[in-house]
């Protein structure tokens, strides 16, 4: 996720309209959404038009470029004139959106919120304010205009970076495999004359070793989510002497940085990047390499977290510093388990033992892929 107060405003008109097209061709998906006429033709207060997928009625946007040197800020009055042209566009607009480079304002946000409801009230289309800050959301929110907008038309800022999963996205879901162990306890019927023999088969039964597995050098547990995070450099610069601190929120068991070699045979030489404190549930990535060039990613080492056996959604807040630039965001971990059915029957003599059991455990396989 990048610094939303490093994304400059579109430099001129039509850049801006094409971002508003590109965004909320998106969010409506709709891929037939157009600008309206030619410059110099009449527009009828809308510069971009289309039916969001779902829906029978067109809405329109009125895009609306203000510079920064100024402060210029839309006015009441510009907005009734835009309004009254709105109400020519045929067929009849269900929602019209003003979408404006220009910052937040309380007082114009206010006067929008009324209009809205005098609309509603008359039966007219509703009317909405997109200002700079909730279209850098929107943004955000929306990865195609985003790739779009920082690398398609080469709008760069001098420190801008995306850090993600390792699927380059700021969600991530991961589905976890457990066991189900089912037991059925099934009563055994002994004939009175075999008595002898169903207790020597009994006692035999202790000593068998073909149930027995072969050795192994290791068992992998499978009810691990494992993952690593990326750092992307998007900016005009390189990133330099910069840290990731990071802070997990969620129910989960523990979590911890997977290690690199196998306990019994040891690497001493293997330096780690990712530190995690699974007491606090926070963790610090100090790379070793300590300079980003620009248009270049890194990975960072793979964490292990350990779920509970149910649905889990968990929050990473993550905040990066670097020699001059700072910036913070946040990604989503959803873990879903899945289940692998073992079942298995145990004879009993007791009739009052007879019974079906149900265990959850972890998955676990050894070194020849075989359940545990």
Excluded at 177 to 191: A, D, E, G, L, S
Aim: glycine letters at 4%; hydrophobic letters at 30%; charged letters at 30%.
């Amino acid at each position: 996720m990048k610094a939303k107060q490093q994304l400059r405003k579109p430099e001129n008109w039509p850049d801006f309209e094409n971002l508003c097209k590109k965004l909320w061709g998106e969010i409506w998906r709709c891929p037939e959404i157009k600008k309206n006429g030619r410059s110099g033709q009449s527009q009828h207060g809308i510069d971009i038009y289309g039916i969001p997928f779902g829906e029978d009625k067109y809405y329109g946007i009125q895009c609306k470029g203000k510079d920064d040197y100024t402060n210029a800020t839309l006015a009441e009055k510009e907005i009734d004139r835009e309004i009254k042209l709105a109400l020519s566009f045929q067929p009849t607009l269900k929602k019209m959106y003003f979408a404006t480079t220009a910052n937040k304002d309380a007082k114009i946000e206010e006067y929008v919120r009324k209009k809205n409801i005098e609309h509603l009230q008359n039966k007219l289309f509703e009317v909405h304010l997109y200002s700079w800050e909730d279209i850098v959301d929107l943004i955000d929110e929306n990865k195609q205009t985003h790739d779009y907008y920082v690398r398609s038309i080469n709008f760069k800022t001098e420190h801008e970076v995306l850090f993600t999963f390792e699927n380059d996205e700021t969600e991530y879901v991961i589905e976890i495999p457990f066991r189900k162990k089912i037991t059925h306890y099934k009563q055994k019927i002994v004939p009175a004359e075999d008595n002898f023999v169903g207790l020597s088969e009994m006692l035999f039964s202790q000593f068998r070793t073909d149930h027995i597995k072969p050795f192994s050098m290791y068992s992998f547990n499978h009810s691990y989510a494992r993952f690593h995070f990326r750092l992307h450099n998007l900016g005009s610069e390189p990133l330099q002497e910069f840290k990731v601190f990071l802070d997990f929120e969620g129910d989960f068991q523990s979590i911890e940085t997977c290690t690199k070699s196998h306990y019994m045979i040891p690497n001493p030489n293997l330096q780690y990047d990712t530190f995690i404190w699974n007491e606090d549930r926070q963790g610090k990535i100090i790379p070793l390499k300590t300079i980003l060039v620009q248009d270049d990613t890194i990975g960072f080492d793979t964490i292990c977290l350990k779920p509970f056996n149910k649905n889990t959604e968990v929050k990473i807040h993550w905040k990066l510093v670097s020699l001059n630039y700072k910036t913070e965001g946040d990604l989503k971990l959803n873990i879903k388990p899945t289940y692998k059915l073992k079942e298995e029957t145990i004879l009993v003599e007791d009739p009052l033992k007879v019974r079906i059991e149900e265990d959850i455990e972890d998955y676990i396989t050894d070194g020849n892929d075989d359940e545990k």
